[in-house]
């Protein structure tokens, strides 16, 4: 990375007062840790700090340190705004609309669209979280364990608790770097990854009910109505598409969402090797990574439904 660049955030986060940082809608892991290590280490050196997600933080990760003070919407003036874990600008949601160009973009995933000032982009690191770990001290943070907790949850999910194929040796350092601080690896792997509530896995039951498998892929659909009568409160796939990507046999795994205003989300995940699936979701103004992306499209749940399967054959030649 561009020591120049480095050295530029560097001086940039030094002079800033009022900060907001924002994430993505529907925010994961990577999100809420990312949002979280980096908004607790500049309150540390005195900054005052508003951490923003339009649709708030999941009760999944309302455990760590510091999520109590996440709002849905910024308030009051500021002189710094910094997005974390954003691929495109519209990502952060409707409330920012009219708010600016971000003085800082800090992401991993190449599809990336460079909007901020200064954009911090590392599709190699396995997580936006792990490029904080990396950069953090050079800036003149410490990482204490609230933050290393943040930084770890980011890590951790992004790579499926280290099992994704972009895991990396430095990746498994940072994490012995940030356990170092006390941090319970083995709780933040748990609660993000493997407990889920009774109403998420009567939700998971509705969609492997209609799972489908054709040419290479294996995809799963959740209706307004599953989430209704699971009880479910979010409006995302609580994670479904982690079970749906340990099928074997396939190259592709999906999930329609709907959402019940006239929209679709839909998830990739590359289960073979030499699959990317982010010009995939790129095609229908998402984003993502190679091994997994998502995007949000307008339309009735059967249409986009067939459209999204047939432009996935299609790009993958499946």
């Not at 949601?93 to 800082?104: A, R, S, T, V, W």
């Not at 601080?181 to 609660?191: A, E, H, K, P, Q």
């Amino acid at each position: 990375m561009n020591d120049e660049l480095i050295g530029a955030i560097k001086d940039r986060l030094a002079v800033a007062g009022k900060v907001i940082i924002a994430s993505h809608v529907r925010p994961d892991g990577d999100a809420i840790g990312s949002l979280l290590g980096l908004g607790l280490a500049l309150q540390n050196a005195g900054k005052s700090v508003q951490m923003v997600l339009a649709d708030g933080a999941p009760a999944s990760f309302k455990y760590l340190s510091g999520s109590e003070s996440i709002v849905t919407q910024p308030g009051g003036d500021h002189d710094t705004f910094i997005t974390v874990d954003c691929a495109d600008y519209k990502r952060t949601g409707k409330i920012f609309e009219n708010f600016g160009q971000p003085d800082l973009n800090i992401d991993h995933h190449k599809t990336n669209e460079n909007f901020g000032v200064l954009n911090l982009i590392e599709a190699e690191e396995v997580a936006t979280a792990a490029i904080l770990t990396k950069y953090l001290p050079e800036w003149g943070l410490p990482i204490t364990q609230p933050v290393a907790a943040a930084l770890l949850t980011g890590i951790i999910t992004d790579t499926l608790g280290f099992r994704t194929s972009n895991t990396t040796p430095a990746a498994l350092r940072q994490a012995a770097a940030l356990m170092e601080t006390g941090v319970d690896l083995s709780n933040i792997y748990m609660r993000s990854l493997v407990t889920k509530t009774f109403p998420a896995a009567k939700y998971w039951g509705a969609g492997l009910a209609n799972l489908k498998q054709k040419n290479g892929i294996v995809w799963g659909t959740l209706t307004v109505e599953d989430r209704k009568a699971a009880g479910y409160g979010g409006n995302d796939d609580a994670d479904l598409i982690n079970l749906i990507s340990a099928i074997d046999g396939n190259k592709v795994g999906m999930v329609f969402v709907e959402q019940g205003n006239q929209h679709v989300k839909i998830s990739w995940r590359a289960l073979a090797e030499g699959i990317d699936v982010s010009p995939i979701a790129k095609h229908f103004n998402g984003g993502g990574h190679a091994a997994a992306a998502g995007a949000d499209i307008e339309g009735n749940l059967s249409d986009v439904q067939a459209e999204v399967l047939k432009v996935t054959r299609e790009m993958l030649k499946l």
